[in-house]
């Protein structure tokens, strides 16, 4: 489980395009979506070379779609997949820092879109790993379907099921080693979303890692909020944000969570406390705005 050099991570990053295109052609868990189906899976699938975040905690995402990789010497967790053909992209990422995906002991996802849940399957294919997540997400990965319930139903493409998904329930914490990662189920983008939190070290410096689900009220044409207990979820949800201890702040999409002028050094760094509380307040300006609307359009 050493890490690689920086020679080596060179070469695999070198490499990585070819790799994938191999692994696509022979893995039909990996296919890529349609124009049709994904106008930004494309762009979404950008290779993204991998980083230390802090600690134990790195990104092995792609430059769209976020995936983080927290690690121990007995063992290792994932937090999502992102699109279907992103999971090679996403295992070269893991080997081009020195780990092997098959020390993956445990999946995590934040919530079950093809954008986030896709590469899954593939993933604990590769890895072995048990996925876990919270009842309602565990449902729809394993039909690889959204159901009705979800404000975006009927407009989501499908992904590639995944097997034998372990029901997690609210503020439960799953264990990989001596890893520790606590759910806190913060709904209302989609049933059953949820927000990860766990401590990393490095150097004698502990801080809090939030990956926070989304909380965009997106949906369908006909969809209303005010009709749906979502909007109950929803102020759930930005409380829980809100509450939480949160010292570096990373989202499914890096885009909501300013992560790249972050990385690059722009603004407040990885490190901020009120990350959080900023993310749920724009959370909170976004679900009203969008009630609003649906007000005045009745």
């Known amino acids: 489980m050493r890490r690689a050099s920086r020679c080596a991570t060179m070469v695999a990053g070198m490499t990585l395009l070819s790799s994938v295109a191999a692994a696509q052609g022979a893995d039909p868990l990996t296919r890529p979506y349609t124009a049709t189906e994904c106008s930004n899976c494309v762009e979404w699938n950008t290779p993204q070379a991998p980083f230390r975040i802090h600690g134990n905690t790195w990104y092995v995402g792609t430059r769209g779609l976020a995936a983080i990789l927290i690690t121990s010497p007995d063992g290792h967790v994932l937090i999502d997949g992102a699109l279907p053909n992103s999971a090679p992209l996403i295992l070269d990422n893991i080997r081009a820092l020195g780990f ?72 439960e914490t799953v264990r990989a080693g001596r890893i520790a990662m606590t759910a806190h189920v913060t709904a209302g983008h989609t049933p059953g979303g949820t927000t990860w939190a766990w401590r990393s070290c490095a150097g004698g410096k502990c801080l809090e890692v939030v990956y926070a689900d989304s909380q965009t009220p997106a949906s369908a044409d006909g969809f209303r909020f005010s009709d749906s207990p979502a909007v109950a979820e929803f102020e759930r949800a930005i409380r829980t944000l809100e509450a939480l201890s949160c010292d570096i702040l990373l989202t499914p999409h890096p885009v909501a969570s300013a992560l790249w002028e972050r990385v690059e050094g722009k603004g407040s760094g990885l490190i901020d406390p009120t990350a959080c509380r900023r993310y749920a307040a724009t959370a909170r300006e976004r679900l009203a705005q969008r009630l609003e609307t649906e007000r005045t359009t009745r």
């Open 100 to 171: 092997e995906p098959r020390d993956v002991r445990l999946i995590l996802n934040s919530h079950a879109h093809f954008d986030h849940s896709g590469g899954i399957a593939a993933l604990q294919r590769a890895s072995g790993a048990q996925v876990a997540a919270s009842g309602p997400s565990a449902s729809v990965l394993e039909r690889g379907a959204s159901t009705p319930g979800d404000p975006q139903h009927g407009i989501l493409a499908g992904f590639p099921p995944v097997q034998r998904v372990r029901r997690i329930r609210d503020g």
